[in-house]
């Protein structure tokens, strides 16, 4: 398995750099050369923090997600190798051809549910992990939008 250094997917880096008080600064600074009446910069500002803050732990989410996905499929396939190594031995004592037959149908028909239950399990595994991200991503979401309009009701 490669290395985090070395994987050109780890965007880990990034977001351990990600400052959100630095990026509330910077905003700050730029909105403190435009003075808009009754607009409530702060406010603003809050509200673009917690979507910062939102969009990184749902990145992070996704690759907490992803990473269990890559870990389940290695151990299945680790399994897969281990099982064709014993499958093989198996065969190779097999001399009369009907048992031989009987032994290959058999491990077809074993391979096609153990592969039918790992697609199973990974779909699982991709739903459960989309729908977490989905889930802080519309809640955040929903919480802009009510920002917004509490932000409008003030300005009239």
């Known amino acids: 398995m490669t290395s985090q250094k070395n994987n050109p997917f780890d965007f880990t880096s990034l977001l ?33 923090k917690k979507n910062m803050e939102a969009l990184v732990s749902a990145n992070q989410a996704a690759f907490s997600g992803t990473q269990e996905l890559l870990k389940c499929q290695s151990e299945m396939l680790q399994q897969a190798m281990a099982d064709a190594t014993e499958a093989a031995k198996g065969l190779a004592s097999s001399a009369n051809p009907k048992d031989l037959a009987e032994k290959q149908a058999e491990l077809i028909h074993s391979a096609v549910e153990k592969a039918l239950a790992n697609s ?37």
């Open 16 to 48: 351990k750099s990600y400052d959100p008080q630095a990026f509330v600064k910077q905003m700050q600074g730029a909105f403190s050369a435009y003075q808009l009446p009754n607009f409530d910069s702060a406010a603003f500002l809050e509200s673009q």
């Open 120 to 156: 199973a399990e990974l779909s699982e595994l991709v739903k459960s992990s989309q729908e977490a991200v989905m889930k802080q991503v519309n809640e955040r979401f929903l919480a802009s939008i009510k920002e917004i309009k509490e932000a409008i009701s003030k300005l009239g």
